[in-house]
Structure formats: structure tokens, C-alpha cells
């Protein structure tokens, strides 16, 4: 091995997570109309600006989320969590807004926080997760 492959990461922080979605534009107003996300980023690039970048976030959060076209295979498939110190809340908050794909009702395992799955158009898992009590 080389000394390289011993050395400590330089890598500190998850910053994007990235689903490929069908269309930008619905998946933008699955997570910001629907979610609650804020908009972090949305810019044209390539040759003729053909291409999108589109990141979105929960308010407050420093990792976003990118949604991005396919690349290759079809849309979907990909899975992130996000916390809340109130799941039961968030998952009346998005039960009453209604067209969501989620769970009927959160659900706690055995070793694992409360926690309940939504599921955006193209077939992306977001997982709602109770957050650990702060230190």
C-alpha cells in the first residue's frame, strides 16, 4: 500500500445528494411546494446552456439535495434522510397538504428512531427521521 492509501481523509462534510427526476421543473415544486425546501441553486450550464443544476434544501440545512435529469438509467430509485425533532408533526403537516406518497403512519423499530418514508414523483425516498437529542 502506498502511503496515500494510510493517510487520513481530507473529506469533512456530505454537501449534495443527488436524484435524477424526469422533469426539474415537477421536481421542484414536489420539494419546495409540497416539502417545504428552499431553493439553493439553479443555473444553466454547458456549451449553450442546455444543462441545469438545481439544488434545493430544507431551510436551515447545509447539505442539498441536486435534481438532476438521468444520466443513464431511468429516474428514481435513490434515497436521503432528512431530521426533525418533531416527526409526528411533520407527518400530520404533510398528511394534511395532501397528494404525498408517505407512509400511513410513522413507525419505530426496535434500535431505530421514530421515523416515516415519502416517496417524490419519479419514485426518490425521502425518509423523515427524528433527530438525536442535541449534546
Known sequence: MSDLTQSPTTLTNIGVVMFTV????AALA???????FEVRSDSRFGEHDEMRWL??????????LS??????????G???GVETTD???EHARLSAIGGID??????????????????????????????????
Open 102 to 135: 408517505l407512509d400511513p403512519e410513522p413507525m419505530r423499530m426496535p434500535g431505530a428512531p421514530l421515523m416515516f418514508m415519502v416517496r417524490d414523483p419519479d419514485g426518490n425516498t425521502v425518509v423523515v427521521v427524528e433527530a438525536p437529542p442535541a449534546a
Open 78 to 80: 435513490s434515497a436521503i
Open 30 to 36: 414536489f420539494y419546495t411546494g409540497k416539502l417545504g
Open 55 to 64: 439544488e434545493v434544501a430544507p431551510p436551515g440545512s447545509t447539505a442539498r
Open 87 to 89: 416527526v409526528l408533526g
Open 22 to 25: 424526469a422533469d426539474q421543473d
Open 67 to 76: 435534481l438532476n435529469p438521468p444520466m443513464a438509467d431511468e429516474p428514481g
